[in-house]
T-cell receptor, first 118, second 112 residues
């Protein structure tokens, strides 16, 4: 079974400082990894994904994430946080489907609330 | 841009009522999904559909059913609503060859 852990329920950073939101995963086979963001009373918006290739993935709104296979991690980062980045962030994983009919089922972490202070 | 819409943003229902949540996508995607979101639990998959009239149970299907009569529409049905089904319900769609799921705005359901 595949799983995702987001070890921090909340992350607080000052505006202008770098931010990191952590994610570790477990999956059989090669992982597809995703980050989504949710603003209050909204659905999830896709930020970025890792499928294959370069371990550093760049996404929307200046976010990036680094895939680390040996540590089974996919941490979300941004060099300089904005107050408008404050939201709920979800990491998600699926396997590549090579092992069976997974139909692209995503497994989500429990979410991390990011608060950026002015 | 992919657009996924859900019929209601907020719903209030009484225990025992039959509840229909509708989801429509406009990108001809084969795969559609229903999740519920609860604080501290993230998103949990209720049901998904990989084609018209096809469906599979997710992780928490009990108390729910689904219908996919047309490719663009995926309905979630609560046969007899209970208070523990109070939650945020999110629909998503994905094309068969793609990797990314696209989400609707969500329906916040309160069962009294």
């Amino acid at each position: 079974a595949q799983s995702v852990a987001q070890p921090e329920d909340q992350v607080n950073v000052a505006e202008g400082n770098p931010l990191t939101v952590k994610c570790t995963y477990s999956v059989s086979g090669n992982p597809y990894l995703f980050w989504y963001v949710q603003y209050p009373n909204r659905g999830l918006q896709f930020l970025l994904k890792y499928i294959t290739g370069d371990n550093l993935v760049k996404g929307s709104y200046g976010f990036e994430a680094e895939f680390n296979k040996s540590q089974t991690s996919f941490h979300l980062k941004k060099p300089s946080a904005l107050v408008s980045d404050s939201a709920l962030y979800f990491c998600a994983v699926r396997d590549n489907g090579a092992g069976g009919t997974s139909y692209g089922k995503l497994t989500f972490g429990q979410g991390t609330i990011l608060t950026v202070h002015p | 841009d992919v657009k996924v819409t859900q019929s209601s943003r907020y719903l209030v229902k009484r225990t025992g009522e039959k509840v229909f949540l509708e989801c429509v996508q406009d990108m001809d995607h084969e795969n559609m999904f229903w999740y519920r979101q609860d604080p501290g639990l993230g998103l949990r998959l209720i049901y998904f559909s990989y084609d018209v009239k096809m469906k599979e149970k997710g992780d928490i299907p009990e108390g729910y059913s689904v219908s996919r009569e047309k490719k663009e529409r995926f309905s979630l049905i609560l046969e007899s609503a209970s208070t523990n089904q109070t939650s945020m319900y999110l629909c998503a769609s994905r094309d068969r060859a793609g990797e990314t799921q696209y989400f609707g705005p969500g329906t916040r359901l309160l069962v009294l």
